[in-house]
């Protein structure tokens, strides 16, 4: 069974950072590709960005240049750091990848930016 655990929301001012996780439980996400979402308050979910299984990274251009993936080493958990935040970046973020078909959301964690 496929399950996607985060960590590492919390409350920032502009200017600092955050690094996001995003654990994976039965599967590797060197076998699967995964992306990056959030949602703000009123909005609709946007991608933010996503890794491949040959580990290529793509990013929106909203959060290109500030954001990273990272991985560990066993492929099992997946980081988005987050650097130089802005309000515009407050939202809840989730993981999630689809695995034979499926998709998978991790249970989102809250990120909030203050001005």
């Known amino acids: 069974q496929v399950q996607l655990v985060q960590s590492g929301g919390d409350f920032v001012q502009a200017g600092g950072s955050l690094r996001l996780s995003c654990r994976s439980h039965?599967?590797?996400?060197?076998?699967?590709?995964m992306d990056w979402y959030r949602q703000a308050p009123g909005l609709q979910r946007e991608w933010v960005a996503g890794?491949?299984?040959?580990?290529?990274?793509n990013y929106a251009d909203s959060v290109k240049g500030r954001f990273a993936i990272a991985t560990d080493i066993d492929w099992e958990t997946v980081y988005l750091e987050m650097n130089n935040l802005k309000p515009e970046d407050t939202g809840v973020y989730y993981c999630?990848?689809?695995?034979?078909?499926?998709?998978?959301w991790g249970q989102g964690t809250q990120v909030t930016v203050s001005s």
């Open positions: 039965g599967i590797r996400f060197r076998n699967t590709d």
């Open positions: 890794l491949t299984s040959y580990g290529n990274m």
């Open positions: 999630t990848t689809v695995v034979r078909g499926y998709d998978y």
